[in-house]
């Protein structure tokens, strides 16, 4: 199994402080040792940082952690290898494109071997992972349905639901994936999001020892959503998924499909 | 204008001190302070870092030049903005799926907007550099005429060297493009390379004060090749590109076209 992360924000954000959680579970207060990733979105660019080591004591998830990227969608995802062995192709995120955006994607969970049985469409796996492999034949049937992006986001998100409820039927299937505005968010088993803004408040991580006041590092208009596979922190109210529900961020906000 | 930085060798090298060179070129001994990026290839996957800041003072530099990432195929570029803002989505290397293969390209020069007339195939460009179309039209027509990878690579370098050529014809193209084995290189101006293998020397860099001796750093049967805009060192011979020529590298070896 894995740990994802995701942010939507409406305003250039970083996310140091949840990502330091998140990678004391890469080999500390986890057993996810098997490499990790990140995509930073700036506007319709991408920055990605992908290492197969350890994140809790890899020197690019050190920068990472010290070095205030600001962005407004970040996808993270560190990893414990079940199907596909350990190697720099099959670290998450995975990334493709599609309208001229970029999309990445990451995956928690375990899918059984049918899923290779998916007939492919435009996209191709470059790794050995069941997770690459899905989102390869999701975002290619989105590519066949959608030739352009339609005018309602919705659309595409209950397109990706169904598909995900299919992919659901051969395993576990927590997903992350984002469209570089958009952050769909699909619950297979478990997920949870917060939403912070203001009044904002100050929040403890659960997995090391730091606290923030989001007073200090905000705007009062600012809206920040923090999705990930277990809740970060252990003094805020973070709203848990169910399975088989997909929901749909931008710039912060929960969209209702 | 810009600067490009290539690599292809038969073992996982470092490209610490080629890339101490060229990043002195962004911003200090060089004015291409618009941005730079590099792709490291490890197998079949790729680790890019993108960062729209002069190279000369990226952090994300600094510790690309610090940590050695070992790769048997790097592309790597410097801009000096042109055509298109300096921002993450402009920033070269870009990348693209084909063949499950994760490719990647990175253009020095400048093509008049007759570039943008040419008609796209299966990829569309994130941002807006008349680079990152080319690219896109380029792959477009190799992934068009060879739905699968032909048996012998030749086939595909001589059809991207024909492309090229109708690039040209628009501007500069100095050209890097990779599949993640095999480095394509074309030249429309500029580009020198130098196979480094033993009896391996010392060499001197041009834009900082660095000397390093390949023999400690070495193994006996090591191939190394090194191409860029200009040459990197100013104690060894470098072979300069003809305008209209394609070398294509693999291993660390000219293979003859």
Redesign the interface.
Known sequence: MCELLGMSANVPTDICFSFTGLMQRGGRTGPHKDGWGIAFY???????????NPSVDS??AH?VRE?PIKSHVVISHIRQANVGRV?????HPF???L????WSYAHNGQLDAGVFELSLG??????STDSEYAFCWLLGKVREAFPDPPEDVREVALFIRRHCDRLRELGVFNMLLTDSRYLFVYCSTKLSWITRRAPFGRASLTDAEMVVDFCQETQPEDVVTVVATVPLTDDEVWTPMEPGEMALFHDGLKITL
Chains 1, 2 share one sequence.
């Open positions: 700036e506007g319709p660019g991408v920055r990605t940082f992908h290492d197969p020197r690019i920068l070095y190697c720099l192709e099959n670290t990334s493709r494109e309208w001229g955006q970029a435009a996209y191709r796996p470059i790794g």
